[in-house]
């Protein structure tokens, strides 16, 4: 190394500085800037951002719950459910006291039994004066009333024929009313032969899946409008399902979809599906029980034609004598026995509809689990008191503890940006955050009509998510459950970006 001698004249500050040499801690401190801004460059390279949606949610079971709804008023007799309690299905939850049902039933089906002999004893009437003859028993007790009507009706007769000059008045008023009877039968069977028609073409329009009726049919162009409205609905739902399905079988195939999330997708397809085979033949069987009751009407209404063609060519055929006079009598009491058998029809129709009914009520006394499940109670019951119909006891909440679905309320604002398949993170109110961390999930299901809150008046989509951890464990290492009901935020991850893009755009460096 070599040592210069320099004049002191010769030297400047300048010239002094320049060959200064520089500090050791300067050049650390620019190494390590350096080294600090490469670093951060790199990790906003390879970082990413995420923007995301935020949802209000709660932790459903992954089946449906069921709600235990009485159905039967009465008073409690044996409770056998509280709440927390595990129960299979089948087991018995509570049961209603019988006593007063099965003193209705017994009463009711006395009422059956008495309009029936009432009817057989109507039929027998008929049948005496048609035979002109008393069939019927005094000595006993459920036919000696009729005994002594058929008596009456002979003891007319015989006034009648003393009366013989009264008759003629009563002919034509009972002509004029036989013939507007039978006029008023004549236009009510046109008309129902028209709505028969109609009913086979709508029937025929659906089955054949085109426009059979005539333009001149609003009604049945309407109806046939609904149906193909709902139809074509169903079958578009049925469509959306299994698209759904298709796609996921795929993610299945290659690994990125769990076969629970398959099954559903394929239970959701298979009910879409019944529920449009379901609404057809729905729609086809209360079509073709419209049509039997319109051929019965028809077959009622051309009976009845026939009676009043009948009756009138019966009164032009009777002279103006004793036997007109007898047979406005026979004529009049057989009118009055099939009006009676017409109501006594109906009457025990009514009796045994109300008897099945009871017989119903008596089975559904006694409540039963329709699922394997844990018990949340809505209403406290005890035994003696009094339960009525439609009330909400409780709810039998599926036993899948290591199962469970988040759904979540998604304002119309986000919903846009909802697809399935997103990633979701969860935060539990009663789990906080920054001790015990959050949850992720995948987006399953979304509702393909909004709802609107009642209270606010806003409306929201219902979204249907999984939650692949139901354990928590805090950085105390305190370990907590996820139990349904758990309200939560979910934040959807709608997109993300590397950080260096998104300091850019910030900086207005791009676009």
């Keep these: ?131 002109e003859k008393n069939l019927f028993d005094s000595g006993n007790a459920d036919e000696v009333d009729y005994f002594n009507r058929f008596q009456k009706y002979l003891t007319d007769r015989i006034i ?13 008023q009972l002509k004029g009313d036989a013939e507007a009877s039978k006029k008023m039968a004549e236009i009510k069977l046109e008309n129902s032969k028209e709505v028969l028609k109609n009913q086979e073409t709508l029937l025929a329009s659906v089955e054949e899946n085109k426009n059979l009726l005539q333009q001149g049919s609003t009604e049945y162009q309407r109806k046939y409008e609904d149906f193909v409205f ?46 449009a085979d379901k609404f057809k033949n729905e729609f086809v069987m209360n079509l073709q029980t419209s049509i039997k009751q319109s051929e019965q009407s028809i077959e009622e209404l051309s009976a009845s034609i026939k009676k009043w063609k009948a009756s ?72 003696g008191d009094l339960l009525q119909t439609g009330i909400d006891i409780a709810a039998i909440v599926p036993d899948t503890s290591t199962e469970y679905k988040i759904q979540m309320m998604v304002s119309n604002k986000d919903i846009a940006s ?4 997103q990633k979701i993170k969860y935060h539990f109110l009663a789990l906080p955050y920054r001790e015990y961390g959050e949850v992720e999930g995948i987006v399953k299901k979304i509702g393909t009509d909004a709802r609107v809150d009642k209270e606010s008046g806003t409306s929201y989509y219902m979204v249907e998510a999984t939650v692949e951890e139901t354990e928590l464990e805090s950085y105390k290492g305190v370990k907590s459950q996820i139990k349904v009901g758990m309200a939560c935020e979910a934040q959807v991850v709608t997109k993300s970006r590397k950080i260096l893009w998104w300091l850019l755009e910030k900086i207005n460096l791009i676009d």
Excluded at 352 to 359: I, Q, R, T, V
């Design 312 to 383: 009138l060519d019966a009164y032009s055929n009777i002279s103006h004598n004793t036997e007109l006079s007898l047979e406005k009598l026979r004529l009049d009491t057989l009118v009055q026995i099939e009006d009676g058998l017409s109501a006594n029809r109906t009457n025990i129709d009514k009796a045994k509809s109300e008897l099945k009914n009871l017989e119903l009520n008596l089975k559904e006394t006694t409540v039963t689990s329709p699922i394997d499940g844990i018990v949340n109670l809505y209403t406290e019951i005890n035994r």
């Design 1 to 131: 190394m070599k040592t210069y001698i320099q004049d002191i004249k010769d030297m400047s500050d300048s010239r002094e500085m320049l060959e200064a040499k520089p500090r050791f801690f300067m050049a650390l401190f620019v190494y390590i800037l350096l080294a600090i801004i490469g670093v951060a460059l790199i990790w906003a390279y390879f970082g990413e951002i995420e923007d995301y949606a935020k949802a209000n949610g709660a932790v459903r079971p992954g089946d449906r719950i069921s709600t235990i709804r009485n159905s039967v008023s009465g008073r409690v007799d044996k409770v056998n459910i509280e709440e927390g309690m595990r129960v299979k299905k089948g087991d018995i939850l509570y049961t209603i006291e019988i006593n007063g049902i099965l003193i209705d039933k017994d009463e009711k089906a006395k009422i059956v039994s008495r309009l029936e002999k009432e009817n057989e004893n109507l039929l027998k009437f008929k049948q005496s004066i048609q035979e």
């Design 418 to 421: 909802i697809k399935e398949g």
């Design 230 to 275: 709902n139809i074509t609905r169903l079958h578009s739902l049925y469509a959306q399902k299994s698209d759904a399905y298709e796609r996921l079988k795929k993610l299945y195939d290659a690994g990125g979809a769990a076969r629970q999330e398959l099954d559903d997708a394929k239970n959701q397809m298979d009910l879409t599906k019944l529920d």
């Design 160 to 172: 009648n024929i003393q009366q013989m000059d009264n008759s003629k008045l009563d002919f034509i």
